[in-house]
């Protein structure tokens, strides 16, 4: 996903680094379908937050157009998700 430009570099580290800490079973999709359902919210709270505030000035890049949505926010939500719900372990 890095190399096709879809995922920046920390999410392209971090994304394998929590699917192998999931293991090998039902965990690890239950933590991809939240991360997904978590990174489309993202997206569109930002897509609207974008709108509503398209003509201001001196916003933070995360809120001015075209600047990439940060979908690391996303993963760890979803890994800390499960991680509450006692459904990962940690060490």
Do not use: C, E
Request: proline content about 4%; glycine content about 12%.
């Amino acid at each position: 996903l890095f190399a096709l430009n879809l995922f920046g570099g920390g999410d392209a580290k971090l994304l394998p680094a929590l699917i192998l800490w999931t293991g090998w079973h039902l965990t690890s999709l239950q933590f991809l379908f939240l991360m997904a359902l978590l990174g489309g919210l993202l997206s569109i709270a930002l897509m609207v937050l974008r709108f509503l505030l398209r003509r201001r000035a001196g916003l933070p890049q995360l809120l001015q157009s075209g600047a990439p949505i940060p979908y690391g926010i996303a993963i760890a939500m979803a890994f800390l998700g499960l991680l509450w719900q006692g459904k990962i372990f940690a060490f």
